[in-house]
Structure formats: C-alpha cells, structure tokens
C-alpha cells in the first residue's frame, strides 16, 4: 500500500504564496492520477487539483492560481499555491488510488 506523507503547510497571507508536497512511498502507477483535495471547516472535502502522466486537472475556484506538479522518479507531486485567498483556507490532502496523507494545514488570512 502506498503512503502519503505531505508537508509545505502553514500561514500566509492574502496574495501570499505557499508550495505543497507530497512523497509517496510504495510503487506508483505513472498513467494513475494523483490528487489533492482540501477539507475546510464545516464544509465536505474537495478535490482540488489531480495530475497523471497523461493530464492534469484541477478546479475552475483554483485555476490560474494553483498548479500541481509531480516528479515520477522522486514519487512526489506538488502544488504550487500563489495569489491565496481566505477561502483556500483549509487542510490539504494528497492522495492516490485509495491510499491518504494525514493532511496539512493552509490558514490564509485576510
């Protein structure tokens, strides 16, 4: 089973940037889409962007701002975060064919 362990979480304010990381360990399918999906108070978890060898893609609230990247060699994926608002404001999950990171906190303030 694959593990997920993401990191590059934290405080940024409105229009401030933040970069994501997810390392996986385990084997990694490179045509098999990895996602994130974020979860914010109150609110049902979201997909927010997923990338595989072949596409990308992500949702019409973060396009243009995010943009996810992986590294099939390295087993990670990224997603670059530039012109936050407050309403990015969540914990980001990455995941892949069933397997979840444990999460990582996004406060954007205003």
């Known amino acids: 089973q694959v593990q997920l362990v993401e990191s590059g979480g934290g405080w940024v304010q409105t229009g401030g940037s933040l970069r994501l990381s997810c390392a996986a360990s385990?084997?990694?399918?490179?045509?098999?889409?990895m996602s994130w999906y974020r979860q914010a108070p109150g609110k049902q978890r979201e997909l927010v962007a997923r990338?595989?060898?072949?596409?990308?893609d992500d949702v019409d609230s973060v396009k243009g701002r995010f943009t996810i990247n992986r590294d099939n060699d390295k087993k990670t994926f990224d997603l670059q975060m530039k012109s936050l608002k407050p309403e990015d404001t969540a914990v980001y999950y990455c995941t892949y064919w069933g397997s979840w990171g444990r999460g990582t906190q996004v406060t954007v303030s205003s």
């Open positions: 385990g084997t990694i399918g490179r045509f098999n889409f």
């Open positions: 990338i595989s060898s072949a596409s990308t």
